[in-house]
């Protein structure tokens, strides 16, 4: 596998983590996190369990009319709560929707008349006067009129309290630890809607490393890809003629006289060797030719098979 | 080859793309324990001494004492009522001044009801000691409800209570860590307002100015009734069902003792004549022989266990709420 092919490999792959993450880049679910539930009580329950989940910002109640939250003791809350039918939160059911229960609470019946202890014996009898029909022209307020107003009891127990119209938005830190928020409307309506508000941990740490390097060997792909429909030959000549003039290092007329690369210009150094013709000896053509001029050029060693070294 | 490669590539691309992103919503724990254990906070309390006096303050305006049933019951609404019916009618006898300002409260941590809410107040005046009151709740549904108040007994030291982070715990009346108990010392106490200060009970407790004075009004009033062939008798009951204890700081406890009293002067071929401070809470027609009812806090305090500690009272006032011809 060449080093191209290699290239291209590595830019397809990187074309793929390009798309992957610029997908993912797309689709990147927000920090900051709604989650939703309807209420269909008049009263709302968050436990202090609830309230300490983590990246937990803001709880908003969403009802038409008044709508008050108050915090208590959890025993107070949960006594308070036995006459009462309420919505707990018990947690999130996923990032889209809260888990709720409801439970009915029994409202407790008046208190019947108990005899008195001590009786007084009156000696003469107190007239008591007879009961007269009087017709009643008040109209009982129904639950949503905005005049009316439910009866939830002493306040003295909710320790902080918040209120609006139609809406109640509190930071979830505000609530102490360990206590309860309860949440009514003011005129014992449904409640319509609770909000978790979160900053959630998004793990998108991998998706710009992804993008970058997925860009970075996809350009690598491309190029290689590239120099292969590319003919780079003329190119490449003039590129080597360009670097053989940069390696030439002056001319000739710098060149000084006697010197080795006078010698070197000039050509081979062998010394010129002048043979005579002599006459045919016999011998076919081609065969060794005895020589004895004295200016013959001699080894300047001895051979091995003169005895000398090796 | 290049197909598996490819196939790998968009594996792993849809494996990352689809993953998701964000964590699972976290779940939840355990349930975090709450910082202040007190029924209630400092700001609830003052709220609710706040209101009291507001309510007190729109009744005394107009001297109606149905004004006073947001925030006041039982004995409180009685005694202020009477107040306002002798301020109505004595020019010079207004109603007993109450001061709002705090300078201490004392909560209590109980879980369940009916729940107590004690207060001091600031001295009225330089010639007057601070005010006790106490509040009750009788379940979660109805507010705090003032029921009673006593001027603190001159020299006379309230011990130091849990604050309001922790709450002081309520304690029965048979409660055994103190000794006596607080309901054997409550019965000591009224046993030895029955009996007189000759009571051998009276070494059991700290001298004190309320039980002083209730002796000399008896003496004096029973010679007045023996003078005139008749005889003056003090009825002293306990209201145990009304009675609360709440925990000091050094294991002792603070009882809160509404206490009924009851003085019949009697006279034998005589006309009573009642005076005229005490004319408007006259019940009928007095002729030989008035019942005075008197509705009291008695506050004792019960010290923890130790060499020479006795019950003292700290706070006990005597209020006159009718005169009936009985």
Redesign the interface.
């Known amino acids: 596998m060449t080093l191209r092919t290699t290239a291209i490999i590595a830019g397809v792959l990187g074309l793929l983590m390009l798309i992957a993450g610029l997908v993912a880049n797309n689709v990147r679910p927000d920090r900051e996190v709604v989650t939703k539930a309807s209420i269909d009580t008049p009263v709302l329950v968050v436990g202090p369990e609830v309230i300490a989940l983590e990246g937990l910002d803001r709880i908003a109640v969403n009802a038409k009319g008044g709508i008050e939250a108050h915090t208590a003791r959890a025993i107070d809350a949960s006594t308070w709560l036995k006459s009462h039918s309420a919505t707990y939160v018990t947690g999130y059911a996923g990032w889209d929707g809260l888990a709720t229960r409801t439970e009915s609470g029994v409202v407790p019946a008046s208190p019947s008349p108990s005899p008195s202890p001590s009786v007084s014996a009156s000696p003469k009898a107190t007239p008591t006067p007879a009961p007269s029909p009087a017709p009643s022209a008040s109209a009982t307020p129904q639950p949503g009129d905005p005049a009316a107003t439910a009866d939830y009891g002493s306040t003295d127990d909710w320790r902080s309290s918040w209120r609006g119209v139609n809406r109640v938005s509190l930071a979830a830190g505000a609530v102490a630890p360990g206590e309860v928020l309860v949440v009514y409307s003011d005129d014992g309506s449904n409640l319509g809607s609770l909000e978790f508000s979160a900053i959630r941990q998004v793990n998108d740490g991998w998706i710009s490393p992804l993008i970058w390097i997925g860009g970075v060997l996809a350009l690598l792909g491309a190029a290689a890809a590239l120099s292969g429909l590319i003919d780079a030959r003329p190119v490449q000549e003039r590129a080597e003629s360009w670097l053989r003039g940069r390696s030439k290092i002056g001319d000739g007329d710098s060149v000084r006289p006697g010197s080795r690369r006078e010698r070197r210009l000039a050509g081979s150094a062998l010394p010129e060797v002048l043979l005579d013709e002599r006459e045919s000896t016999g011998l076919r053509e081609g065969g060794p030719v005895a020589v004895d001029r004295p200016d013959l050029d001699a080894p300047a060693k001895p051979t091995t098979e003169e005895g000398g070294v090796s | 080859m290049r197909r598996i ?2 196939v790998s ?2 594996v ?3 494996t ?2 689809l993953s ?4 699972q ?12 254990k007190a ?3 400092d ?2 309390a003052k ?2 001494i706040d209101d009291t006096f507001t309510v007190l303050a729109a009744a005394d305006g107009s001297q109606d004492p149905s004004l006073l049933d947001a925030r006041f019951a039982g004995d409180a609404v009685a005694v202020r009522a009477a107040e306002y019916a002798v301020a109505k009618a004595v020019a010079d006898a207004p109603a007993s001044d109450l001061p709002s300002k705090v300078q201490g409260v004392y909560v209590s941590n109980a ?1 369940t009801w009916p729940r107590v809410l004690a207060a001091v107040s600031e001295p009225p005046a330089d010639d007057l000691t601070p005010v006790v009151y106490l509040w009750v ?1 009788d379940s ?5 409800t003032l029921r009673a108040w006593a001027h603190m007994i001159p020299g006379a030291t309230l011990p130091a209570m849990a604050g309001s982070v922790d709450g002081a715990s309520q304690l029965p009346l048979g409660e055994t860590g103190v000794d006596p108990s607080p309901r054997a010392a409550l019965e000591n106490y009224v046993e030895f307002l029955r009996q007189g200060a000759d009571s051998k009970l009276a070494a059991d407790f700290a001298p004190d100015s309320y039980s002083k004075q209730l002796f000399t009004a008896r003496t004096a009033l029973a010679e007045a009734a023996a003078s005139a062939g008749g005889a003056y008798v003090d009825t002293i009951q306990p209201d145990l069902a009304n009675t609360y204890v709440l925990s000091t700081a050094d294991g002792g406890a603070l009882v809160f003792a509404p206490l009924q009293v009851s003085s019949s002067f009697s006279v034998s071929g005589a006309t009573l004549k009642v005076s005229d401070r005490d004319a408007p809470l006259v019940l009928g027609s007095i002729v030989d022989k008035a019942t005075y009812s008197y509705r009291d806090l008695v506050v004792l305090s019960v010290p923890a266990p130790g060499p020479n500690s006795i019950p003292s009272v700290a706070a006990a006032e005597h209020h006159l709420v009718s005169v009936k011809p009985e």
């Open positions: 490669t490819l590539a968009a792993i691309a849809a990352l793309s998701a992103c964000a964590a919503p976290p779940t939840v724990g355990a349930t975090p324990s709450p910082a202040a029924a209630l906070l700001t609830q709220s609710i879980d709740q979660i549904q109805v507010p705090y």
